[in-house]
């Protein structure tokens, strides 16, 4: 593979931004398990939305930063969608935020201990994935993260089944569940946008290999 650091410098500002795009999405999500454990009865969404404007803030000087930009290490067309993968990943932090605000009185923060483990871990994940892009990362070394996102992604699919089990047995109140349900889906999304942040490097990776 070529060397991405050579050809742009390790000061490349794209490599940065786009780690401190992933970091900020990381720290979106460990804001979101703190304020789960610390919860005694809303999670205060302006926490929740302090990463995803930074988020979107990163997202607008990359956007800036390819218009004046002639040469690029990394293709125009991938720097976008790696940054719009990442916003994606705060943004929907914050979403459960926002649900969570509303529905807290029929859950408790323990409910979505084993889930939140899972995002933590694949937040980790896409960090080390986007750190290594200028650093002309191995395949085998790209694989062997991505094959840990989608063990990850694995799990979480078998936690949703088992509550799935447990909310439609009949043995839970209807409105509980309902809000369950909407939860456990909202985390399962955070997570898959971690897969895609994960898939968007190992796509650009191969392409430059």
Known sequence: MFSLARLFGKSDPFFELLSESAKSAHQSIEALARLLVEADGSVPLADLAVARRHEKKIAGIISEELV?????ALER????????????????VEKFGERYEIMHHLVKPGDFTSQMAIAQEAASVVVRMVDMLPKSPKLEAIKA?????????????????GYLKEIYSGSMDPFRAMALRDLYDLLEKVIDRCRDACATVSHIVLKNS
């Not at 004046?68 to 690029?72: D, P």
């Not at 993260?145 to 089944?161: K, P, S, T, W, Y």
């Open 68 to 72: 004046r930009v002639f040469v690029t």
């Open 77 to 92: 067309e991938d720097i976008e969608t790696l940054s719009h993968a990442l916003y994606r990943i705060p943004k929907t």
């Open 145 to 161: 993260e991505n094959d840990r996102m989608q063990e990850l992604e694995g799990r979480a699919d078998q936690l949703v089944v």
